[in-house]
């Protein structure tokens, strides 16, 4: 089965679900899939070290008016598609978005035949629910795709409630690099590397953009601290807020208390993930539906026997099982951080109970390999029945 996989963002630039298409790309039997998308600072080295095929657009926006700022996406997002399909020639065109990819994708599909599936993640439907005319395109693309893959129980709930049929609709959770699983980390190093011998430490990882609530635990961290004297929060992860972050630090007493590890290697991750003693993002959303996706992070410091405090609001429920694996807590209540946060470093044992309740969890579900599989058997599906339909077509 040959696949043209289209996306308007992918590695090197990082984030959840690139990595949950390179991860399922990676599953997948060598040569399976192509990749159209776009060029993003890095990317020569990148695709010279990579196996899988990938072709890149520039894919650039205009800023002159909202109607006409995507056109020469959508145009040379086309162009591109159509001149890979007709070479490759695709049983199946897989869509990492529904808008712009999703509509190129529906084309393609309906010049080339081959059927198209498209991914929702959720957190692109809080945004479109703001934005008219492309909510409803977005949603016409949704209902009409051979597939619909949800990544995220709410979106699979709004997948239904846009009238997607039962039938093509799948749920497929993000998983776990095996790394994760099989490294053997050593904490210590990260501790010295950051002057955290004999601290309790808080770890937050990922992008330092606003609706991850980094600034929300900086500022319950003087409130923590009149508890914990020693406690330090590790902050991993690159972003547009560090300044912010630095100056609410300062505001709040705590410069000394907050380490911004910035963008590391995946070895150092691992190592930061054993160091820390709570893994902590309460997420939030924000007022132009902005939200959290799964949230790979919390399986992650799961897969390395940690408890998590995780924010209530976009795809996280399936990854963090309040009061199992850790607690859920309203990211707009300062009390509810702080609280959760204590009681995960005062009871050792709870905390224990939780990081070893979310391994077991992720050992159990979360694997790439598992995805891979079930993306590639819905795809197969797909394939069997529109030639099925096709036949029927012909003998009418
Ligand atoms: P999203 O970026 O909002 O989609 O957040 P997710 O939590 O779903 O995924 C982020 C992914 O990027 C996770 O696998 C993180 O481990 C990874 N990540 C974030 N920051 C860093 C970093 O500094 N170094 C490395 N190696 N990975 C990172």
């Not at 909202?66 to 399909?85: D, T």
């Not at 709410?154 to 998983?175: K, N, S, Y």
């Not at 070895?267 to 160091?275: G, I, M, P, Q, T």
């Amino acid at each position: 089965m040959k696949m043209l996989w289209i996306t308007d963002d992918f590695l090197p630039h990082l984030g959840g679900s690139r990595l949950l298409y390179y991860q399922t790309i990676k599953c997948l039997p060598p040569g399976e899939v192509t990749i159209l998308t776009k060029r993003r600072p890095g990317w020569r080295e990148f695709d010279a070290r990579e196996t899988i095929p990938i072709k890149r657009g520039f894919f650039k926006k205009l800023s002159i008016h909202p109607l006409l700022n995507e056109l020469p996406v959508y145009v040379e997002m086309m162009a591109l598609g159509a001149c890979r399909s007709l070479r490759l020639r695709p049983d199946v065109i897989v869509c990492g978005e529904l808008l712009p990819t999703g509509l190129v994708g529906r084309m393609l599909s309906l010049a080339g035949g081959a059927p198209y599936l498209v991914y929702i993640h959720g957190e692109e439907v809080n945004v479109l629910k703001n934005l008219r005319g492309e909510k409803a395109l977005a949603f016409s693309v949704l209902r009409a795709a051979d597939a619909v893959v949800a990544t995220s129980t709410p979106a699979h709930g709004e997948a239904l409630r846009q009238g997607v049929r039962p039938d093509r609709l799948h749920l497929l959770t993000p998983a776990v690099d095996d790394y994760f699983f099989n490294a053997k980390p050593c904490p210590e190093r990260a501790r010295s590397r950051y002057g955290l011998e004999g601290k309790m430490v808080l770890l937050t990882v990922g992008r330092l953009v606003e609706r991850k609530g980094h600034e929300l635990v900086i500022r319950a961290l003087p409130q923590m601290r009149r508890e914990f004297p020693d406690l330090a929060y590790l902050i991993v992860g690159a972003g547009p807020m560090e300044e912010k972050l630095e100056r609410v630090a300062r505001e709040e007493g705590v410069s000394g208390a907050v380490i911004f590890a910035g963008r590391l290697s995946r070895e150092e991750l691992v190592e930061c993930y054993a160091a820390c003693d709570v893994f902590v993002m309460p997420h939030r959303e924000l007022p132009d539906g902005d939200t959290e996706g799964a949230g790979i992070v919390f399986l992650e410091a799961a897969a390395l026997g940690k408890p998590v405090i995780a924010g209530i609001t976009g795809g996280t429920g399936d990854s963090v099982l309040d009061g199992e694996t850790g607690f859920r807590v309203d990211s707009t209540s300062p009390q509810e951080i702080v609280q959760r946060a204590s009681q995960l470093l005062r009871d050792r044992a709870l905390a224990r109970r939780m990081g070893e309740a979310g391994r077991r969890g992720v050992l159990r579900e979360r694997r790439w390999e598992d995805r891979a599989q079930e993306l590639r058997r819905i795809c197969l599906d797909m394939v069997r029945r529109k030639s099925s339909e096709s036949t029927i077509r012909r003998h009418r």
